[in-house]
């Protein structure tokens, strides 16, 4: 009797320890198992960095006007290097050459002649003339839309461009409109079907506008 009872306990504790052998302590994992690794994410896409705007591209053939702002840059004299825009007289002032003619020549052209009238200060000076800013290139819109008047033209603008810049109004007569063009002293009209231009149709109506146009939405 005494024997069955020691037995049996001896049998209780050998279950209870191989229990409590299986429950691991928090932190603690059982002998030949190895903590599992928490699921990291993947290393995140580097963030591109912000770049400055640029001017709208120009063609070599792109005129200077009034009102455009240049950047004018003299390789390695910053106090020489300046930002200006063009005075209504179509000059700009610059440090020890005062005023130079602008208006009316290419960016390539003024590079030149500001490099040609360095030579009496600099030893082979080096000029750079970019259009940071194109004012003189206006187009002017008027009718049923909701900005009038005169907005800047961007190179290679067209009509239906000039439309989404402008936006209709509810009431605008779409099949009405056309551009209005003065070429030494004559006056021409373009017609203008903007529901055809907007589903691709007859798309030689998508006039390329020059400075000076006017475009009329009825």
């Known amino acids: 009797m005494r024997g069955s009872i020691l037995l049996t306990f001896f049998s209780f504790t050998l279950l209870v320890g191989s229990q409590s052998m299986a429950v691991a302590a928090p932190g603690v ?21 912000p770049t400055a705007p640029q001017p709208p591209a120009l063609g070599a053939s792109y005129l ?11 390789w390695k004299e910053p106090e020489l290097t300046v930002t200006l825009p063009v005075r209504g007289d179509g000059k700009i002032s610059l440090p020890l050459l005062n005023d130079v003619p602008a208006a009316g020549q290419t960016p390539m052209q003024l590079a030149s002649l500001v490099t040609e009238r360095l030579k009496k200060y600099l030893d082979d000076p080096r000029v750079t003339v970019v259009v940071a800013q194109m004012n003189s290139q ?51 009209r373009f017609p203008v079907n903007y529901k055809q231009l907007v589903k691709g149709k007859d798309m030689s109506q998508n006039v390329r506008l020059r400075p000076g146009d006017t475009v009329v939405v009825p």
């Open 29 to 49: 994992w059982p002998f030949g198992h190895s903590k599992p690794k928490p699921d990291t994410p993947p290393d995140a896409a580097p963030s591109p960095e």
């Open 64 to 74: 200077i006007g009034p009102e455009d702002v240049l950047r004018i840059a003299v």
């Open 138 to 188: 206006k187009f002017f819109v008027t009718g049923e839309v909701q900005h009038t008047g005169a907005l800047p033209l961007t190179p290679n603008m067209t009509v239906l461009q000039a439309l989404a810049t402008s936006g209709l109004t509810q009431f605008a007569s779409t099949k009405k409109i056309y551009v209005l063009r003065t070429t030494n002293g004559v006056e021409q």
